[in-house]
């Protein structure tokens, strides 16, 4: 296999620790054998084992929630949230941020090797759900000998972990901080999801799902279903607030079909540089995944009833201009929380920066999940 297609956090840096698991159930009847799970930490585990504090990452997300990104070089996703000193206090607590089953940051994906059959899973891979995501994470934590979490923090897809990790593993959760997510995903959403998805197999590179064994690479197709993504990720008013109608690099149109507009050329460096990074097939499975997401369904359609007796601390937290994920749906977990006699504190912050938002450098809520975090630290006796 050649370089460009080996597992992308092995060719191009460190997936951190990995560990080998014989097998995993899978929520589709089918079962994952071996599994890879890759992770980083942060922090010291402390002798009591009750400073774990898990990260669950966004879609486009991995590992590498604190540090320098291997392939890209990039700050990770949440070093402005999780460090020395930040709200999420690394000389406090032993942070873990897991790379999703079904991802390509050295995690079991479609990109990796079939032990069976020697050659990459590619569309043979496993469909995956959340909660088979959430199974991996319990069973890694297992190994670590770590029985219980301080806290399990994330938004978007992280958003939906976390609830599930509440819900399959409430005694093992003492505090959960699920961001700009909710309890299902929408039909808009999905809607967006499957535009991305036959954007990449519509691509000829594709190859029906089988590009790496055949030398090609769905470049063309991943690209599109990222800049059609990223704009989901913003508001209106943010995407006019920086880019407006002004024109890339030129004084005039051009009536032809360059990049005339900034943020024509702003959404394709947004695929192109996404297509380093990321595998066009665990696109396919993380999406579906996501899709597949209705925590109230496991428990007759009532949401409440997921989160009956569970002792967690839960902060929710929502943004005035996140369409994706909107105020609405952090409600409707806000209030089944209250319906089944859950500790719930809900906060909706004021900002035009769209779903992104809980990535990016917000002072207020920084302050305000410092405050719950530090709260729900000195209950645990931290």
Wanted: hydrophobic fraction near 45%.
């Amino acid at each position: 296999m050649s370089q460009l297609f080996q597992p992308i956090a092995a060719a191009k840096g460190d997936a951190g620790e990995t560990h080998t698991f014989a097998g995993l159930k899978l929520d589709s009847g089918e079962t994952l054998s071996p599994v890879i799970i890759a992770w980083k930490t942060y922090g010291t585990l402390n002798a009591e084992k009750s400073n774990a504090f898990l990260l669950c990452h966004a879609l486009t997300g991995d590992q590498y929630a604190a540090e320098a990104h291997p392939v890209t070089g990039k700050p990770g996703w949440w070093a402005s949230m999780v460090g020395p000193g930040l709200p999420i206090d690394t000389n406090r607590f032993h942070v873990i941020c897991v790379n999703v089953i079904g991802g390509c940051m050295g995690s079991s994906g479609p990109h990796a090797v079939n032990a069976s059959t020697g050659k990459p899973y590619g569309l043979s891979f496993p469909v995956i759900t959340i909660r088979d995501m959430v199974r991996a994470q319990a069973m890694l934590l297992d190994h670590l000998g770590i029985a219980s979490l301080f806290c399990a923090a994330g938004g978007s897809m992280g958003g939906m972990q976390v609830l599930q990790w509440a819900a399959s593993y409430p005694e093992r959760v003492f505090a959960a901080l699920p961001l700009a997510t909710a309890a299902r995903h929408s039909a808009q959403n999905i809607a967006f999801h499957e535009v991305g998805r036959q954007a990449i197999m519509a691509d000829p590179d594709w190859a029906g799902g089988d590009y790496i064994a055949q030398g090609t690479n769905p470049k063309k197709g991943l690209a599109v279903a990222r800049m059609a993504a990223h704009i989901t990720y913003l508001s209106e008013a943010a995407l006019h607030r920086k880019f407006g109608r002004n024109l890339q690099n030129r004084e005039a149109v051009s009536y032809a079909f360059d990049a005339d507009f900034q943020v024509e050329s702003y959404l394709r460096h947004q695929g192109l540089s996404f297509v380093d990074r990321f595998d066009a097939n665990a696109y396919l499975y993380i999406t579906r995944a996501m899709d597949y997401f209705d925590l109230a369904a496991d428990y007759d359609g009532v949401l409440a009833n997921a989160f009956k007796g569970a002792a967690t601390r839960f902060c929710v937290a929502s943004f005035t201009s996140d369409w994706l994920f909107p105020t609405a749906e952090s409600k409707k977990i806000v209030h089944a929380l209250n319906a089944a006699g859950a500790n719930v504190s809900f906060v909706e912050f004021a900002t035009d920066k769209g779903h992104d938002a809980f990535l990016l450098d917000m002072p207020e809520m920084f302050q305000t999940l410092r405050g719950f975090i530090d709260a729900a630290a000195v209950a645990r006796g931290l």
